[in-house]
């Protein structure tokens, strides 16, 4: 690959080292790539991020992202509009909570470690195709990246300058940092709390993490008309928050996937991959569209992406739309029974509250999606055949009481 004046070339350059981009840029810079890590922002910075992590990163990273846990998570505190509150707790973990300064900046280290040269607060500005790579130019100057990588979240410059047109769906999200110092964490050790009437189509959320409390409205399958509206109104409803005064919210776009954003047609482009360019994480609007959850589909993507990214190299008969194609399996196939299992949750929200204590099994069963053990697929085949055999024992119950 010609090198320009002035220009330096890398094997890959990465944009945004979030979750998603730290993690793929390890990935290619331990496998001998040359990797450019771009970031505008200089680590640690704070995000405002409810920071969950579901149990299953247990099975795509190594254990020594621990070291930055600050909550093991092993039940939900289940509540609607602030009230009639349980809870569902199991016996190992389900989710971990961070903060996101100190895990992306421990990424962030690691991908360092094993050789990406990491570019801190330095902003690219445009990226251009050419016949045998992209030319990315930033505020301190330009770079040949024979792939890019766009890890550069919701409003992800590299999807609007590199794939025109692509589709999106962003969900309004506010949330606030409450520092607790000391004092016993809400709603308990070891729990978390949704509130899945606090909104008109999504949830609420309360996440412990170390002396603080990340506290957050989101709308899933609608629009908030007033979002700040909605949150003051959630504080002022759930009384465990009654003895502190809760900082004003931030407010962040949440890219939920949408049935647009993955075409089922397996032909089609799902707008993931365009020449030497590919979207990870948030950019590829690659967030669970039923709590939202994205870091985890972060990381795994960033994994994907660095998987077909090193098999071309490896294997010139290989193409980048084989990233497409994983996302494809993997991530959308779930994301599409995650979507219509939202909808059924915030359509009746009060409904699917009212039964989740005669269905604590199906909320257990749950609890194994978040620790992979089982897929949403799985999940939602058992979960309707639980539900339908329960209908059938009240039936016959009803039938020997006449």
């Given at each position: 690959m010609r090198t320009l004046p002035d220009v330096k070339a890398y094997d890959a350059v990465v944009v945004g080292m979030g979750?998603?981009?730290?993690?793929?840029?390890?990935?290619?810079?331990?496998?001998?790539?040359?990797?450019?890590?771009?970031?505008?922002?200089?680590?640690?910075?704070?995000?405002?991020?409810?920071?969950?992590?579901?149990?299953?990163?247990?099975?795509?990273?190594?254990?020594?992202?621990?070291?930055?846990?600050?909550?093991?998570?092993y039940g939900v505190q289940f509540s609607y509009r602030g009230a009639d509150p349980f809870s569902i707790d199991s016996s190992s973990p389900i989710a971990y909570m961070v903060m996101r300064d100190r895990f992306d900046h421990f990424l962030v280290e690691k991908a360092r470690r094993v050789g990406t040269e990491v570019h801190q607060g330095e902003q690219a500005t445009s990226y251009r195709q050419l016949s045998d790579s992209i030319e990315?130019?930033?505020?301190?100057?330009?770079?040949?990246?024979?792939?890019?990588?766009?890890?550069?979240?919701?409003?992800?410059?590299?999807?609007?300058?590199?794939?025109?047109?692509?589709?999106?769906?962003?969900?309004?999200?506010?949330?606030?940092?409450?520092?607790?110092?000391?004092?016993?964490?809400?709603?308990?050790t070891g729990r978390v709390l949704i509130d899945i009437g606090a909104t008109p189509k999504g949830y609420a959320w309360i996440?412990?993490?170390?002396?603080?409390?990340?506290?957050?409205?989101?709308?899933?399958?609608?629009?908030?008309?007033?979002?700040?509206?909605?949150?003051?109104?959630?504080?002022?409803?759930?009384?465990?928050?009654?003895?502190?005064?809760?900082?004003?919210?931030?407010?962040?776009?949440?890219?939920?996937?949408?049935?647009?954003?993955?075409?089922?047609?397996?032909?089609?482009?799902v707008g993931l991959v365009s020449g030497r360019a590919l979207l990870v994480g948030d950019a590829g609007h690659l967030v669970d569209p039923l709590f939202g959850e994205g870091i985890y589909y972060a990381v795994r993507s960033g994994q994907l992406a660095a998987e077909s990214i090193l098999d071309q190299v490896h294997d010139r008969r290989r193409s980048l739309a084989d990233y497409e194609e994983a996302v494809r399996r993997e991530i959308y196939e779930e994301f599409r029974v995650a979507f219509r299992m939202a909808l059924i949750v915030y359509t009746f929200p009060r409904l699917c509250h009212r039964l989740m204590p005669r269905y604590q099994n199906i909320i257990m069963l749950?609890?194994?999606?978040?620790?992979?053990?089982?897929?949403?697929?799985?999940?939602?085949?058992?979960?309707?055949?639980v539900i339908k055999s329960s209908f059938k024992e009240l039936l016959l119950e009803a039938v020997a009481l006449r």
């Amino acid at each position: 690959m010609r090198t320009l004046p002035d220009v330096k070339a890398y094997d890959a350059v990465v944009v945004g080292m979030g979750p998603a981009g730290a993690t793929a840029a390890y990935q290619l810079s331990r496998a001998g790539l040359s990797v450019l890590g771009l970031d505008k922002a200089t680590h640690p910075r704070y995000k405002v991020c409810g920071g969950g992590l579901s149990a299953r990163i247990d099975r795509i990273l190594e254990d020594d992202y621990k070291s930055v846990v600050e909550h093991t998570v092993y039940g939900v505190q289940f509540s609607y509009r602030g009230a009639d509150p349980f809870s569902i707790d199991s016996s190992s973990p389900i989710a971990y909570m961070v903060m996101r300064d100190r895990f992306d900046h421990f990424l962030v280290e690691k991908a360092r470690r094993v050789g990406t040269e990491v570019h801190q607060g330095e902003q690219a500005t445009s990226y251009r195709q050419l016949s045998d790579s992209i030319e990315v130019t930033t505020v301190r100057g330009r770079y040949l990246a024979k792939a890019l990588i766009g890890a550069d979240g919701a409003n992800s410059l590299v999807a609007q300058q590199l794939f025109p047109g692509r589709q999106s769906r962003r969900m309004a999200t506010l949330e606030s940092e409450l520092a607790i110092g000391p004092a016993p964490l809400y709603p308990g050790t070891g729990r978390v709390l949704i509130d899945i009437g606090a909104t008109p189509k999504g949830y609420a959320w309360i996440f412990p993490k170390q002396e603080r409390l990340s506290i957050g409205v989101a709308e899933i399958c609608g629009s908030l008309a007033s979002p700040k509206k909605t949150f003051d109104q959630f504080v002022r409803d759930e009384k465990g928050l009654a003895p502190w005064q809760v900082p004003q919210p931030a407010g962040h776009p949440l890219p939920l996937f949408s049935e647009q954003s993955g075409a089922k047609d397996y032909r089609e482009s799902v707008g993931l991959v365009s020449g030497r360019a590919l979207l990870v994480g948030d950019a590829g609007h690659l967030v669970d569209p039923l709590f939202g959850e994205g870091i985890y589909y972060a990381v795994r993507s960033g994994q994907l992406a660095a998987e077909s990214i090193l098999d071309q190299v490896h294997d010139r008969r290989r193409s980048l739309a084989d990233y497409e194609e994983a996302v494809r399996r993997e991530i959308y196939e779930e994301f599409r029974v995650a979507f219509r299992m939202a909808l059924i949750v915030y359509t009746f929200p009060r409904l699917c509250h009212r039964l989740m204590p005669r269905y604590q099994n199906i909320i257990m069963l749950y609890y194994d999606v978040l620790r992979g053990r089982e897929t949403y697929q799985t999940f939602f085949a058992r979960a309707k055949y639980v539900i339908k055999s329960s209908f059938k024992e009240l039936l016959l119950e009803a039938v020997a009481l006449r």
